[in-house]
């Protein structure tokens, strides 16, 4: 079954602190994979997408890794402001043309 | 720019009750979709149109239907609604469904509540 898992559900980190999110999926085919901020109340922004060829993509002080291999990506979150505190949401693409599959989200509150 | 505008952001309904949700997108997208949003999972596709004039069920279409109405606009209709489809509701839009980088746009949400 196509899957997605975020880990942790939640984390609660200090202004100016990184974090890390994390993301694996069990999808196959896989086509691309991408995270998504979503602000409470907000509908999801999207951070990046990146192929199976692709490593690293940034964003500002957003950078997220893609391992094809071991079906895993991470979202690394540079020097936390308050305005990062989100819902981050791990979505990945099978085969062009069909369905993507959405993570739960990891929620990531950024205290002062 | 406006981008994807769903009207209304809340609703409450009682078990029975028919209501459309609205959707209007500004960015000349050929793709629209329709997802929930309930505590504790992912969304789920509920309905998409990939282009003007066709639409598809996505997975969880019970209880749902919608139309195309135009390129801009993309309505979803509940007929008889249940508290089952108590949910938060996303519309979406896409330059073209099924691009191997397509970016999804989303609106703000309505949060409905089923009595």
């Known amino acids: 079954k196509n899957q997605v898992e975020q880990s942790p559900q939640s984390l609660i980190i200090l202004e100016g602190k990184n974090c890390t999110l994390q993301c694996n999926y069990t999808v196959s085919p896989f086509s691309n994979l991408r995270w998504y901020k979503q602000d409470t109340g907000r509908g999801p922004v999207s951070l990046t997408i990146m192929t199976f060829s692709e490593n690293t993509k940034s964003n500002g002080r957003y950078t997220a890794t893609l391992d094809a291999d071991t079906k895993q990506s991470s979202l690394h979150i540079t020097a936390s402001q308050l305005s990062d505190s989100a819902s981050y949401i791990c979505v990945v693409s099978g085969q062009a043309g069909t369905a993507l599959i959405f993570g739960k989200g990891t929620t990531l509150s950024v205290s002062s | 720019n406006a981008g994807v505008t769903q009207t209304p952001k809340f609703q409450v309904l009682k078990t029975g009750q028919s209501m459309t949700l609205q959707c209007a997108q500004d960015m000349n997208h050929n793709s629209m979709y329709w997802y929930r949003q309930d505590p504790g999972m992912g969304l789920r596709l509920i309905y998409y149109s990939a282009s003007e004039g066709t639409t598809d069920k996505g997975e969880v279409p019970n209880g749902y239907n919608v139309s195309r109405l135009n390129k801009r606009e993309f309505s979803l209709r509940l007929e008889s609604a249940a508290p089952s489809q108590t949910s938060v509701y996303f519309c979406?839009?896409?330059?073209?469904?099924?691009?191997?980088?397509?970016?999804?746009?989303f609106g703000s949400g309505t949060q409905l509540s089923v009595l």
């Open positions: 979406a839009s896409s330059v073209v469904r099924g691009l191997t980088n397509e970016k999804l746009f």
